[in-house]
């Protein structure tokens, strides 16, 4: 079973343009993560957000939390065509230790 | 310093025959996860393990699937028999502890034909 759902499921933006996800999750968690994945590669981690916590920024990318919404979001800004992938959350929750459960992910496509 | 080494990368059997993946975790890690990936679709946990135990399996199908991780560091997941419905790609990530990112190998694409 999958704890968070992405929306939009799929996306595609201009080279430049803003490109926003949205993940919503069930239970309460300790933390949030996303991450990226490339056709045919493994996932890579990009930013980790914890239940304390309700914005982060890393480069061009901005994460924002709302516990009380169970939701966070994935800005990324300027984006370009080499952002081209699909993005995943997962949530670590509070009673399961370090189970971390993923989305079904947002495939993103930026135009050049 | 190596991330987590999966291998072989592609595997293609036969239904019925069997079918080992391996994973290498990075150096003092100490979870380890095994991930099932279908084609357009998130990963779905099959495995986690804390050191050489086993702490989440409820989604590993026991019948045909196996697993272990000997001295908690390297770890192989089994399939016997395969089956068509199999076909995938099988990830391992492994992460410091608690609250901590996870990092992920190449993943094992599976064909089962």
């Known amino acids: 079973s999958q704890q968070g759902e992405e929306d939009p499921q799929a996306l595609s933006i201009q080279e430049g343009e803003n490109a926003t996800m949205n993940c919503s999750y069930k239970?309460?968690?300790?933390?949030l993560q996303w991450y990226r994945q490339n056709s045919g590669r493994g996932l890579v981690h990009l930013i980790l957000?914890?239940?304390?916590?309700r914005e982060k920024h890393s480069g061009r990318l901005r994460v924002t939390l709302d516990t009380s919404k169970k939701s966070s979001s994935l800005l990324i800004t300027a984006s370009r065509a080499a952002d081209t992938a699909s993005y995943f959350c997962a949530t670590m929750n509070n009673n399961a230790g370090n189970m971390l459960t993923f989305g079904g992910g947002t495939r993103l496509m930026v135009k050049p | 310093e190596a991330g987590v080494v999966q291998s072989p990368r592609y595997k293609i059997i036969e239904k019925k025959q069997p079918v080992a993946f391996w994973c290498n975790p990075i150096s003092g890690h100490n979870t380890l996860y095994w991930y099932l990936q279908n084609l357009g679709q998130g990963p779905e946990l099959l495995i986690r393990y804390e050191n050489e135990e086993a702490v989440d399996d409820s989604q590993l199908p026991k019948d045909r699937f196996s697993a272990e991780r000997l001295k908690g560091v390297d770890s192989t997941l089994k399939i016997q028999p395969a089956e068509l419905g199999d076909s995938a790609v099988y990830l391992c990530a492994s992460s410091l502890g608690k609250n901590t990112e996870a990092f992920f190998g190449q993943g094992t694409r599976l064909t089962v034909v």
């Open positions: 239970t309460s968690i300790n933390n």
């Open positions: 957000i914890r239940s304390n916590e």
